[in-house]
């Protein structure tokens, strides 16, 4: 796990570089107390295995960076008919560390080479603002919620340590390099 995170110069481009840290290590979480057996599990009707929602969680992390900062490096997407929880993990990982950078540059206060995020090729691009974060943040949260009940619903319910455990943002913040938790610098 990435705890290295980019000096920002003012509060709202380190707020934006802790959140996400912090949700990354909500996804680390999840995948680390999975049942092995539920990664590739088949859901029922044409949802998506939980393999396939880390590859799109990766993936579209992916995208953001390659539109929206493309000077940064752009992790290799994964694939999610072959990956495993391993390379979730450090793909997830990657994409993350690309992703905070991305924010500390875009939110930093400093001179930015990004004034638009773009989300997707077919959406329409937004000014950069804490709007850029929540959105990232809602996608992020969205699939997790997915995995959670995937999980639950294929007979591999994740163990209240990790379904608990991601919303403990005070232990959270520590792990990612943030000693005094939610609302303090570094």
Known sequence: MSTRQPRVPNQLGRAAVQMFAASERMN???????????????PPGKARTIAAIFTH????????????????????QLERAHCTPRQAR????E???RCSEMLAEALG?????????HRDGWARAW???????????????????QVCMLAHQLGFPLPSK?????WNW??????CGTPRGPGYDF
């Not at 206060?109 to 995020?117: N, P």
Request: net charge positive.
């Open 28 to 42: 680390q979480i999840l995948i680390e107390h999975l049942d092995p057996t539920a990664w590739k599990a088949k």
């Open 170 to 175: 005070e232990k959270l913040w520590k792990e």
């Open 127 to 145: 000014p950069v603002g804490v709007e850029m974060l929540c959105y990232m943040l809602s996608h992020e949260s969205h699939h997790r919620g």
């Open 57 to 76: 969680m990766h993936n579209a992390r992916c995208k953001w960076v390659r539109l929206t900062a493309p000077h940064l490096k752009v992790p290799r």
């Open 95 to 97: 994409s993350a560390d």
């Open 109 to 117: 206060g400093a001179e930015s080479r990004i004034d638009k995020f």
């Open 162 to 166: 990790a379904t608990s455990g991601i």
């Open 90 to 93: 450090a793909g997830l990982t």
